[in-house]
Nanobody, 119 residues
Framework: QVQLVESGGGLVQPGESLRLSCAAS????????MAWFRQAPGKQRELVAS???????NYEDSVKGRFTISRDNAKNTVYLQMNSLKPEDTAIYYC?????????????WGQGTQVTVST
């Protein structure tokens, strides 16, 4: 059974940092493209950052230079370091795992972790 378990969300003030973690089980982690998505109230889910099994990482334009995705294949874990957080980063953040050549929409999802950036 595949499980993706996110952690690390919370309430922070603008300019502060958070690190999200997603621990995967039930998959051969190193073979999967890993990604973070987010969904704000009333908005569609959007891709934030991706870490392919092979190839460079990618970022949504609004988080470039502030967020960093990384993965530890030995720990079956993907991270999202979020710096200089802004109120518009407030959303539920979801971890996603998909095999090569497959759309993330048809991959596995975690339960989500809430990130709130507010004074």
């Amino acid at each position: 059974q595949v499980q993706l378990v996110e952690s690390g969300g919370g309430l922070v003030q603008p300019g502060e940092s958070l690190r999200l973690s997603c621990a995967a089980s039930g998959i051969i982690f190193s073979l999967y493209n890993m990604a973070w998505f987010r969904q704000a109230p009333g908005k569609q889910r959007e891709l934030v950052a991706s870490s392919p099994s092979i190839g460079p990482t990618n970022y949504e334009d609004s988080v470039k230079g502030r967020f960093t995705i990384s993965r530890d294949n030995a720990k079956n874990t993907v991270y999202l370091q979020m710096n200089s957080l802004k109120p518009e980063d407030t959303a539920i953040y979801y971890c996603n795992a998909a095999t090569q050549g497959r759309s993330p929409l048809h991959g596995y999802w975690g339960q989500g972790t809430q990130v709130t950036v507010s004074t």
